[in-house]
């Protein structure tokens, strides 16, 4: 594995950095603070998970610059007790925020994406690549995860006109901020800033070629992150960034940069989605069953709407779809789980029988 040699901290980081000791500059905060005691701290250095390889976890602490073996459970964002002696035993610590997915493929298991963040920038472009569905799905997970989203709305030069982008991206949901930005312009830093909080974690999500590692150089006022030029005849962007990688601004604040997420499978994510789709959730409070599906059942307060021309057929479908994936996703999960502990179970008493019949 190629390791990025670059301080992690800029050399000079102003008066905001001066002001924070190592471990704040990583984001460090009350919230992890308060789950360690004086001897964890001295015992076992609390490190932060600033890299995530197939070959293990890079961490970053007080002095601090190793990797982890893969098989500590953590993901990039994590605060960890490391444990110097034994790597694969150190403690994670409770997180504040948790973006996870269903793994990409036939197997029935969760990925986690990131941790800790405060803020996730949802990029989408205005061209083929924007689409209403899918940016539904990152804002219910944003929302699951208890963390602020904003969708930024890049390339506006590739279209004719970018209102009609903006107005489908405000539309989804009036709690989510929509911002219409040049990645590669000067202007991009300055729209991003006041999410930029010292202390804070920030992470860009969206599909390969939307110009999220546009938007991290641009943060950093310089190239830290690789970029490549979408295909012209569809819009499909390269992936540029290969593993999820966190920086840091000179002011403390964390900027994590993800690859391009092709396949983004809904499970655990109910209050995410009924967060999301609030008014439709509130509505189907008031159908006549309890057990309405919302199609053509009789007292359904949804359908009611759709008829006055208050919800759209579109939004009521993608709801119901979201919903249903959610619900599928999370039994498959539940069920692999439960089989995962029958089989452990049988595993032990096998090996008890075992060692009774050696004596």
Same mark, same amino acid.
């Given at each position: ?56 976890? /890079?961490? #970053?602490?007080?002095?601090?610059? &190793?990797? *982890?073996? %893969?098989?500590?459970?953590? @993901?990039?964002? +994590? ?57 539904? /799905?990152? #804002?219910?997970?944003?929302?699951? &995860?208890? *963390?602020? %989203?904003?969708?930024?709305? @890049?390339?506006? +030069? ?202």
């Amino acid at each position: 594995m190629t390791r990025d040699t670059s301080p992690p901290l800029p050399p000079n980081g102003g008066d905001d950095a001066a002001a924070l000791s190592a471990l704040e500059k990583l984001g460090w905060q009350a919230f992890f603070a308060d789950q360690v005691v004086g001897e964890d701290l001295e015992d076992t250095p609390p490190v932060r998970v600033v890299e995530a390889h197939r070959s293990g976890l /890079r961490v #970053l602490g007080d002095g601090i610059d &190793a990797m *982890v073996p %893969p098989k500590l459970e953590a @993901t990039v964002g +994590d605060w960890v007790l490391l444990n110097q002696v034994l790597p694969t035993s150190s403690r994670v610590l409770e997180r504040k925020s948790l973006f996870k997915r269903r793994a990409p493929g036939h197997d029935r298991s969760l990925q986690l994406i990131a941790s800790n963040t405060d803020t996730s920038f949802i990029v989408t472009s205005c061209n083929m690549d924007f689409n209403l569905a899918r940016l539904e /799905r990152y #804002l219910a997970l944003a929302f699951e &995860a208890g *963390v602020t %989203p904003v969708i930024l709305l @890049t390339k506006p +030069d590739l279209c004719d006109d970018p209102a009609p982008y903006v107005e489908q991206a405000q539309s989804i949901s009036s709690r989510v901020p929509v911002v219409l930005l040049n990645a590669k312009s000067e202007a991009a830093k300055t729209q991003l800033a006041p999410w930029c909080k010292p202390g804070d974690t920030l992470v860009f999500l969206g599909s390969s070629g939307v110009g999220k590692s546009t938007l991290v150089n641009a943060l950093f006022g310089t190239e830290t992150a690789a970029t490549a030029e979408i295909r012209e005849d569809d819009a499909r962007g390269r992936h540029t960034t290969r593993h999820r990688h966190m920086r840091f601004l000179p002011n403390g604040c964390a900027v994590l940069d993800t690859p391009g997420m092709r396949e983004l499978q809904m499970a655990e994510a109910e209050s995410g989605i009924a967060d999301l789709f609030d008014d439709l959730t509130e509505l189907a409070t008031q159908c006549k069953f309890r057990n309405c599906a919302h199609e053509s059942e009789p007292g359904c307060a949804i359908n009611a709407a759709v008829k006055r021309g208050e919800v759209s057929r579109d939004r009521l479908e993608r709801w119901n779809k979201l919903a249903a994936e959610e619900r599928y996703n999370t039994a498959s999960l539940s069920e692999r789980k439960g089989s995962d502990k029958v089989l452990h179970k049988t595993i032990r008493s096998v090996q008890k029988r075992n060692k009774k019949t050696r004596r």
